[in-house]
């Protein structure tokens, strides 16, 4: 089992960049393909980035393609979101799951573990 928890949400103005960190405990975190989610207020939860186990394998959604870049350090058990070119659009809770797939899926219910979120706030 896996235990996330997220860090480095805060406000940032348009344009800017932000580094987001999940921070993983307990069993067989390597084994997991991890994602960043997000949900802005009255919104469905949106796949963001996600990274196979190995991290050789990355996928992103379209409107971060180029601004967001996920990774991972299994040494460290931690996953990563370097956000640059920040957009208000980009204003939500980002989650950090887990899941026991071979590469990232960008459907929540796949994943079996999520951390409690942390906000993000882009400024126009």
């Known amino acids: 089992q896996v235990q996330l928890v997220e860090s480095g949400g805060r406000l940032v103005q348009a344009g800017g960049s932000l580094r987001l960190s999940c921070a993983a405990s307990?069993?067989?975190?390597?084994?997991?393909?991890m994602s960043w989610f997000r949900q802005a207020p009255g919104k469905e939860r949106e796949f963001v980035g996600g990274?196979?186990?190995?991290?050789?394998?990355?996928r992103y959604t379209d409107s971060v393609k180029g601004r967001f870049t996920i990774s991972r350090d299994n040494a460290k058990n931690t996953v990563s979101l370097q956000m640059n070119s920040l957009k208000p659009e980009d204003t939500a809770v980002y989650y950090c799951?887990?899941?026991?797939?071979?590469?990232?899926?960008?459907?929540?219910?796949?994943?079996?573990?999520w951390g409690q979120g942390t906000q993000v706030t882009v400024s126009s």
């Open positions: 799951a887990a899941g026991s797939l071979t590469g990232p899926s960008t459907m929540p219910k796949a994943y079996d573990y």
């Open positions: 307990g069993r067989s975190f390597s084994t997991y393909a």
């Open positions: 990274i196979s186990w190995s991290g050789g394998s990355t």
